[in-house]
């Protein structure tokens, strides 16, 4: 069955990458949540989609360059798109997100890497591994990420677990290389999709196909019978439009 994926949350509504997003994805009904992951200045693992607080928050600077718990105390309530509505979200922490998530949505954790080519050795794969184990969520969870030097460590440090690469164009250059890392996924941008073939190609070397992110429900009708997953930010916009069956039912 199709995986609709509620990227960022139900990040069309609410602050993305936040409690409250992940929160109303669920009672959306949503099976399948995205979000994005990366290292603070201590090592910690924080949710947050980009390197720099400027969009997102009310502070300025990079993620990299502050602690978790200094990160924690800016508003990640995206002032820009919502004002001051959602203030009193923060950035959550990998653990607060775990903690909410479990046994109600299935994770695509997206590991976020400043260039996609090349090996990171800050060991954010072992640690967002180790707390899956202490959460008891190492099933049910997809590894995704532009970077495929990040892939291939999860890969070799979890054989079992499902990764997906994320290209911007779906082409042969990128099915080869999701071979290569042994991905069971690969997840491109549909606006830059051109013919089915290539999706056939994909499909005939065993790789599953996902798009993100399709907000437009003339959109999501076009590509639902052609893909194995589809990211959306409008996660209960796209579910009630097209009756499909919710979590628990
Ligand atoms: O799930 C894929 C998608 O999240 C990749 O793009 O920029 O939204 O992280 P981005
Ligand atoms: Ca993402």
Same mark, same amino acid.
């Given at each position: ?5 509620? @990227? ?21 009904? %949503? ?17 947050? @989609? ?39 979200? @923060? ?39 180790? /707390? /899956? ?8 969870? $997809?590894?995704?990420?532009?970077? /495929? ?7 070799? $440090? ?19 290389? %999701? ?43 076009? !590509? ?5 997953? *589809?990211?959306?930010?409008? *996660? ?6 097209? !009756? ?6």
């Amino acid at each position: 069955m199709l995986k609709i994926i509620a @990227h960022r949350g139900y990040s069309g509504k609410y602050p993305e990458n936040t409690l409250l997003a992940f929160q109303k994805a669920i009672e959306a009904g %949503a099976r399948y949540i995205e979000f994005d992951i990366q290292p603070t200045k201590d090592k910690e693992i924080a949710v947050i @989609h980009d390197f720099t607080l400027e969009r997102t928050t009310n502070a300025s600077g990079n993620v990299c360059d502050v602690t978790l718990a200094e990160l924690q105390k800016f508003s990640a309530g995206y002032p820009e798109k919502f004002s001051n509505n959602f203030q009193d979200e @923060h950035v959550p922490s990998f653990q607060e997100t775990l903690a909410l998530c479990k046994n109600k949505a299935q994770l695509l954790i997206e590991i976020k890497r400043e260039d996609k080519a090349i090996f990171y050795d800050d060991d954010l794969e072992e640690k967002a591994i180790r /707390l /899956l184990e202490n959460y008891e969520m190492s099933e049910d969870i $997809m590894f995704v990420s532009f970077n /495929l030097p990040s892939l291939a460590k999860v890969k070799s $440090m979890m054989p079992g677990m499902v990764i997906g690469c994320l290209f911007y164009q779906l082409d042969e250059y990128a099915i080869d290389r %999701a071979i290569d890392i042994d991905a069971s996924f690969i997840i491109f941008n549909y606006k830059t999709y051109k013919s089915p073939s290539i999706i056939d190609k994909a499909k005939l070397k065993g790789l599953q196909v996902g798009l993100y992110t399709v907000d437009d429900v003339k959109d999501f009708e076009r !590509f639902r019978y052609s893909v194995e997953a *589809i990211a959306t930010n409008y *996660i209960k916009e796209i579910t009630d439009y097209f !009756f499909l069956p919710l979590a628990n039912s």
